[in-house]
């Protein structure tokens, strides 16, 4: 028989200092063996480093810690980096697994060589408790892809078990205005290279607490929520055709981005497109770039 292919559990680890021992044990926890345990801890204001480097002395992991903070989706892609196994995950620092997640995914990914990914179903807690059923997307890649930026939403795919040799070097994507739904832009970008399976059972627990990325991301005004939406879509469609140029002469795509633009904005937005969705780069960036200099002392010219 042939020895099984070791999986590769990521977690990057920020200021995780109250849930990352639980998140480990549970990636260690699981049936499938070999499996490495990589944490890259960004520079944290709490205990992370300690507590993972402690950990590491006495379990089988290996810890890296980074000496300034580069943010959830530099740090996502350091984990990507470390992997050199044919099969590997993304562990966000809160979570956790139920034991049999990992072979259950491989075990779909094995089964279907167009995969590129295998998720389960997702429920939370802490704040709420919910069941997220991810949405597959099967067949060619203009009917992946066509699904996705009509009725994909979620990023639960984030989180799955990834074919490496499928995915090639694809990084989660770093051009998100203040990395809101990067996750969901991987996702596009792993359409493009294959099919994302759903495992219909409930083995992953995704806690939901006021200082996850989710949660800073809510509490905007609808039409900064219409805003980013837009923009959201128009980084999508640059990541799609970054990927596969080809798809942006493709009709079905075209009016999968429009359906999605109109969608993501009030009654306002109704004749939004993905280059209006540009256009909402700006505002949200010079807001950003406000927020730099108040951090760096600068006086921020008034309007």
Not at 28 to 39: C, F, I, K, N, Y
Not at 126 to 133: C, L, N, S
Not at 158 to 185: C, N, S, W
Request: proline share 5%; aromatic share 6%.
């Amino acid at each position: 028989m042939q020895p099984k292919p070791e999986v590769t559990i990521g977690i990057p680890a920020y200021n995780a200092g109250a849930f990352l021992e639980r998140t480990i044990r549970s990636a260690l926890d699981q049936t499938w063996s070999p499996t490495r345990v990589v944490v890259s801890v960004d520079h944290s204001d709490d205990n992370t480093a300690e507590l993972a480097l402690a950990l590491a002395s006495k379990w089988d992991l290996e810890v890296r810690v980074l000496p300034r903070r580069i943010g959830w989706v530099a740090n996502s892609n350091a984990v990507l980096r470390a992997a050199t196994s044919p099969y590997m995950m993304i562990l966000p620092h809160d979570d956790l697994l139920l034991p049999t997640y990992v072979a259950r995914c491989v075990a779909a990914l094995q089964a279907n060589r167009e995969a590129v990914v295998a998720c389960t179903d997702l429920s939370t807690f802490g704040q709420a408790e919910i069941t997220v059923h991810p949405m597959e997307l099967r067949g060619s890649q203009i009917e992946r892809v066509e699904g996705m930026v009509r009725d994909c939403f979620a990023g639960v795919a984030y989180r799955g078990v990834i074919d490496r040799a499928r995915l090639g070097h694809r990084l989660v994507p770093d051009i998100a205005v203040d990395d809101f739904a990067a996750d969901t832009l991987w996702v596009a970008r792993m359409c493009v290279a294959g099919e994302v399976l759903r495992v219909p059972e409930v083995l992953y627990r995704k806690l939901l607490h006021g200082k996850s990325a989710h949660s800073q991301w809510k509490g905007r005004s609808e039409r900064e929520e219409n805003q980013r939406w837009l923009a959201h879509t128009a980084e999508m469609e640059s990541v799609i055709y970054g990927d596969a140029p080809a798809l942006r002469h493709d009709p079905r795509i075209r009016e999968a981005f429009r359906v999605r633009a109109r969608r993501t904005g009030a009654a306002r937005f109704e004749d939004a497109t993905p280059i209006r969705g540009i256009a909402n780069h700006f505002p949200m960036l010079a807001a950003r770039i406000a927020r730099w200099r108040r951090k760096l002392g600068l006086r921020v010219r008034s309007s």
